[in-house]
């Protein structure tokens, strides 16, 4: 019953921007870290950012440390991402994702989304 639901993604021109969006639902998530993964063709799974649910406390991958902004609403049990100055190497798929312990690029999340897809075009 536990649902993660991507959306928000899309083709936009390099510089452009997104908001990616993530609507949690089936418990609370207020003990865990909510992030974005991201998996483009050839390459491996990636951290692009995190939250901790109840503190707001973040984390940016270095490549995308100051154009991306990760955000949540607990009234509205939603996550977001905002993508500004976007590269063509920014296009992949783009996972919802909540661990209870740790989030990183090695370790699988507990829960994760269907993706949604993010392409920059040059």
């Known amino acids: 019953q536990v649902q993660l639901v991507e959306s928000g993604g899309g083709l936009v021109q390099a510089g452009g921007s997104l908001r990616l969006s993530c609507a949690t639902s089936g418990r609370s998530f207020s003990s865990y870290l909510m992030g974005w993964f991201r998996q483009a063709p050839g390459k491996e799974r990636e951290l692009v950012a995190h939250?901790?649910?109840?503190?707001?406390?973040?984390y940016y991958a270095d490549s995308v440390k100051g154009r991306f902004t990760i955000s949540r609403d607990g009234a509205k049990n939603m996550v977001y991402l905002q993508m500004n100055s976007l590269k063509p190497e920014d296009t992949a798929v783009y996972y919802c994702?909540?661990?209870?312990?740790?989030?990183?690029?090695?370790?699988?999340?507990?829960?994760w989304g269907q993706g949604t897809q993010v392409t920059v075009s040059s």
């Open positions: 939250i901790s649910w109840s503190g707001g406390n973040t």
């Open positions: 994702a909540a661990s209870f312990y740790a989030l990183n690029t090695a370790r699988k999340p507990d829960y």
